[in-house]
């Protein structure tokens, strides 16, 4: 049987409701209109994600938080994956001592999601979200019925690969291996293609998950490759950005030579809400409140999570989560620090309160970018 959802926890009695300081505050600035209530902050508001989770305060007390060191990027088993809530699954391998990064990161993940996405006003259902926030939803979501499964796609988290395996599970490839350029629509179904009845009725009792990734990381992925590899995004993208932030650029860059620094400033002038998919953040995505995800696999254990969710949804024996290609490099953590260190320092802290639902709900640490860890 596949895990029970999170149940939503109630607000602590007192406190504002982070739903409404949310949507006061899209994109983390304090904007007020006339007569309006003062707007939140980013440092009130990463205050307020912070204080809504015990776990994290906990956690940012003892210094866990900005010691915890990587998930082990193929770990030795894949036993040790824990049903978000529950215990481990008869016969499986319950943590260690060795383990206790991972068992932190699950319990805290936890531990925020039910206490944000309990807070008064935050959505319960997609139709508690605006039409624009319900559609991108919807429109993320794909769907198994032959399985009886949702899989909330997030962009540079391995999404490819898993839009494979649908396609293998659905009959309309023969194996995962198979050598032609992934065709992100065909042949694949989106919540956004059903009735409302039929999207209630498989969020009720379909199998629910997303995949996360460490929010910079993500984001330095999607910056190589978009705007080192794909002519289409240097024309659309990467040229406004030069013309936006470049002194001289001209009126016609070639928008092949972004630096990971404007890639950022670009990103403080966007609304999260209507960023191209592939920096927007996981929370605008997924809506990890107004669907209740029965697990959330990392990026950092892909391969065990992936083929622990293959056996929960009883994906037949042949159908394996594909493997890294050789040729594939994925961003690695001494490449983020690099590129971490070499943008200025106020610019990231303008960049964070983007992202910082993504940190929080999903148990990221923030970026250590003080002078000492950069001269490291």
């Not at 209530?37 to 866990?64: C, D, K, Q, T, W």
């Not at 001494?334 to 910082?356: F, N």
Request: charged share 25%.
């Amino acid at each position: 049987m596949f895990p029970r959802p999170l149940t939503p926890l109630a607000a602590p009695n007192g406190a504002e409701s982070l739903g409404r300081a949310l949507r006061r505050a899209p994109l983390g600035r304090a904007r007020a209109g006339l007569g309006g209530p003062p707007l939140l902050l980013p440092s009130m508001l990463m205050f307020a994600v912070i204080v809504a989770s015990s776990g994290l305060l906990l956690m940012i007390e003892r210094g866990i938080l900005a010691e915890m060191k990587p998930l082990p990027l193929h770990p030795p088993n894949r036993e040790g994956v824990v049903w978000r809530g529950t215990a481990p699954r008869p016969g499986g391998l319950s943590l260690d001592a060795g383990d206790s990064d991972l068992q932190v990161r699950q319990d805290v993940r936890n531990r925020t999601l039910r206490a944000v996405c309990g807070q008064p006003g935050m959505p319960r259902d997609p139709w508690d979200l605006p039409v624009g926030q319900r559609r991108t939803l919807l429109r993320h979501i794909l769907v198994s019925d032959r399985y009886r499964f949702l899989y909330c796609y997030v962009p540079k988290v391995a999404c490819s690969n898993w839009k494979r395996v649908l396609k293998v599970l659905a009959g309309v490839l023969d194996n995962v291996d198979v050598r032609l350029k992934m065709d992100h629509r065909s042949d694949l179904v989106f919540l956004s293609d059903l009735r409302p009845e039929e999207i209630r009725y498989r969020l009720q009792h379909y199998f629910k998950f997303l995949f996360v990734r460490d929010p910079l990381e993500r984001l330095l992925s999607a910056y190589r490759n978009k705007f080192g590899e794909i002519r289409e995004y240097q024309q659309r993208y990467g040229a406004e950005i030069v013309r936006r932030y470049r002194a001289g650029a001209g009126p016609s860059p070639a928008g092949d030579d972004v630096t990971f620094p404007e890639f950022l400033r670009y990103l403080v002038d966007e609304d999260p809400e209507r960023m191209n998919e592939h920096w927007m953040p996981v929370y605008h995505l997924c809506q990890p409140c107004a669907v209740r995800y029965d697990f959330v696999g990392s990026y950092e254990r892909l391969e065990a999570d992936a083929n622990q969710v293959l056996e929960w949804v009883r994906a037949p024996p042949h159908v394996r989560f594909p493997s890294r290609q050789a040729w594939y490099r994925p961003a690695s953590p001494e490449s983020l620090h690099y590129h971490l260190c070499s943008a200025p320092r106020a610019l990231l802290q303008d960049v964070l309160p983007k992202y910082i639902l993504d940190f929080s709900l999903f148990a990221y640490p923030l970026p250590n970018v003080t002078r000492e860890a950069c001269h490291q």
